[in-house]
């Protein structure tokens, strides 16, 4: 077999046989296939593209690169979560908690921050003490003993991901749709999941930027799943304008412990609500999806899930006060606001713009080997059709050092559109798959 | 400028500005752009293609890689020929010395045998003595007293070229019309020639195999050249069976050394003919081409052509005997006879597999590094459209070893398609660009 003839194949848009795939990402991840000939692969892959078969395949042999987590020890069905990656999105604190309160088991193997999008471990880091290198047996003792851990990806899950990830990303060849389905599956399956909610965000904030785009790579997904015997749903969400009001990574916390108090802003607290049905229904907590629905309402009510995170912050050494008390949070010191530039309607927040600006100024990284400013941000003061005077606050970004903070607030200044008629309204879930 | 942002919009079918074209040759040759993403960018080129300006700009930044070769030292009109490879394509080795012996300035640079085709210098080295590798001064003087030489191109011409070449030799990018065009027109403007006569091939012994991509690669080839003040013509001509009926490098001058005395086969002669006579009207020896047609028959007819090309033989050490006496050349041990599995018509003689068959047994290269042998090849007895008996000879495949040879044979014979009725007749010069 010949890794030339493997790639002019695909660029001829070729099926491969699992056989020739296999031999590609082992190959590769044993460092007997050159980063040049990858990187041709799957820019041929970007456009002569992969069908279900293929990407199981290629998604399974990545899982078997490195070594996989064992939760069988662990009894109940696990259920993950997660998003292709948003601005704003911090609905994994807030779906995760809850539905833990509604007693499933939830194993969160979370990212971190990505070009203009946040990560969930970054948020939680910014809680003062929290921890979350658990080994792989405290990770199984706390799903014991609260339902709920989160954990970084450590180096050992699905290798093969990392090392074609880190090249896709210099080799323009991120967006490709297989791709993405593979890479994140790959990481899922690894972790010993039963069962996965996709969050598939889509718009000029996602990676994805068109819906026909992003049900494509959330029927893929579901049909890697379904090829591993594992119930993934995906939901396709709008990412057009940032989720909630708050970018950034304390402040996002924040966010949530207004959101858990159910204070938090609507379109944030219908997400995760929604998110956490889908977990509690595929966890078999319930036996319908309604009855998970009105399961999660009553533990946001109730106060369930705000206790669940506090509990669950606790216990990975963070200090659980900062969800009442935000002064014990990093914060910035000083604020900058953008102001209106004429009376209006919001027709358009640029969600990229928001993240990449708040990436700058230090919430985000721009090499993986960066630190993130905890303290900094955005706070939106309006969302998408909203009525603003001129003059009116539209955001304020909080930041800690002078440095890129003009080339940030232009940038932010840019995302926002005020024009004279109201904009349509846009809906914030969009489909459903699987 | 970064250069996966040059790739993702190459990726998008975006045309680079000449700063950002010559950005990444520069950057590549000189090693600072890894060979992943140049992979990446040359398969995004594959699909994203490129317009006569960047292909034109790519050619100029592989030119300045490298020295340029000066013949201005050598008065008149340079012409030289270019073929883009076929399989029994000894036409340089014709319509080189004709056009000579019409006064036109020749220098030939050559190319070795790549994949199924053959390369002139292979064959000229067949001859025992024959020297390629000439100095720059040699080659000027040999110019001003012959007309003509012949000479390998040197690793100081275009190196980008040539470490792009083997890049895309593993990535499967050879096929790129635009990169076939820049590779070609930055080796042949290297080389100080004034004009250009280009055969395109097409067809299944051709690396491209549709007109519509051969007329294209001609017209970039074309438009290359006048961005560079060089007058450029190219003749798409049929590569669907060999040409003529040798295939081999010594089998191959054989055949040469008929078809200068006039006793060659009908296509390659006509080719010749014409090709030669694109020479002498590009070289401005006569005011029309009609003219050039005229003397480049007469200069056949008359023996000129041949006795130049003993007198360029013998001027380059090889003994110009060879082609009065053919067991002067290096011989084959063994000869293999392909029969004809019934009676009718031959429909097709796949070149692609004549010329695969041929390099299995020795006269190609799997590498670079391989040696030729000589003496081995392939001669057909029948050509598209002959009428044969049940159990006639197609071809015999001329071996100095076993090795292989079966295989061989097992192509050769699938390369024959012999049919009940005639098939049509092709064109052998399908169109005229520029």
Known sequence: ?????????????????????????????????????????????????MNDQEVTTMTRAMVASGSTIDLSSVPGVKVDKHSTGGVGDKTSLIAAPIAAACGVLVPMMSGRALGHTGGTLDKLESIPG????????????????????????????APADGKLYALRDVTGTIESIPLIASSIMSKK??????????????????????QVDARKAAQLMVAIGRRHDKRVQALITDMNQPLGYAVGNALEVMEVSQTLQNAGPTDLTRLSLELAARMIFLGRVTM???????????????????????????????????????????????????????????????????????????????????????????ILEVKVGQ?????????????????????????????????????EERELILEVVG
């Open 288 to 378: 319908t999806l309604d009855d998970a629905r009105e399961m999660a309402q009553r533990k946001l009510l109730d106060g369930s899930g705000y206790r669940k995170f506090k509990e669950v912050i606790k216990a990975q050494g963070g200090d659980a006060n900062v969800l009442d008390r935000f002064d014990l949070l990093p914060n910035a010191t000083g604020a900058r606001e953008i102001l209106s530039p004429r009376n209006g309607y919001v027709s358009a927040i640029d969600a990229e713009y928001v993240g990449l600006a708040s990436a700058m100024i230090g919430a985000g990284r721009a090499t993986k080997d960066d630190t993130v400013d905890p303290a900094v941000g955005v």
């Open 387 to 423: 009525k603003v005077d001129a003059g009116a606050v539209l955001c304020r970004i909080y930041h800690t050092r002078d440095e890129r903070l003009e080339e940030a607030a232009e940038l932010v200044e840019d995302a926002f559109r005020v024009s004279a008629s109201a904009p």
């Open 189 to 210: 399956l690894a972790e010993g999941m039963d069962a996965l909610v996709l969050d598939v965000k889509v718009g000029a904030g996602a990676f994805l930027k068109k």
């Open 1 to 49: 077999m010949r890794t030339v003839d493997l790639i002019r194949r695909k660029r001829d848009g070729d099926e491969l046989s699992a056989e020739e795939i296999t031999f590609l990402i082992d190959q590769y991840s044993q460092g007997a296939i050159p980063d040049y000939q990858m990187s041709a692969f799957l820019m041929a892959t970007y456009f002569g593209d």
């Open 130 to 157: 929290f921890r979350t290198n658990l080994t792989a047996e405290e990770f199984r003792e706390h799903l014991r003993m609260y339902n709920l851990a989160f954990m970084g990806q450590t180096a050992e899950v």
